[in-house]
C-alpha cells in the first residue's frame, strides 16, 4: 500500500472517531442534525480555548469526558 493511502486511511478513521465523539455526546439529536447550529458551537468552544480560561476548560473538560468513558466502560 502506498504512503499516501496509509496516511489517507489514517485521517479517514480520525473523522470517523470523531463524528463519533458528536453522536455519542447526543449533539446529534439534541440540535435535530443541524449541521449550522454543531458548527456555531464548535466555534464556541474554540473561542473559549482561545481565551484566558483555556487551561480551565481543558481540565474541566478531560476530567468530565474520562468520567463518562469510565462509567460508559464500567456499565458495559
Same mark, same amino acid.
Given at each position: ?10 485521517? %479517514?478513521?480520525?473523522l470517523?472517531?470523531? /463524528?463519533?465523539?458528536?453522536?455519542? =455526546?447526543g ?5 435535530d442534525?443541524? $449541521?449550522?447550529?454543531?458548527?456555531g458551537?464548535?466555534? %464556541? ?5 482561545? /481565551?484566558?480560561?483555556?487551561?480551565? =476548560? ?8 474520562? $468520567? ?9
Open positions: 500500500m502506498r504512503d499516501w493511502q496509509i496516511k489517507r486511511r489514517e485521517r %479517514t478513521r480520525h470517523i472517531e470523531l /463524528g463519533g465523539l458528536v453522536i455519542k =455526546a449533539l446529534v439529536d439534541l440540535t442534525d443541524d $449541521r449550522a447550529t454543531l458548527y458551537a464548535f466555534l %464556541t468552544v474554540a473561542d473559549r480555548l482561545r /481565551g484566558r480560561e483555556r487551561a480551565n =476548560a481543558l481540565a474541566l473538560w478531560k476530567r468530565k469526558g474520562k $468520567r463518562a468513558f469510565e462509567a460508559e466502560q464500567d456499565a458495559g
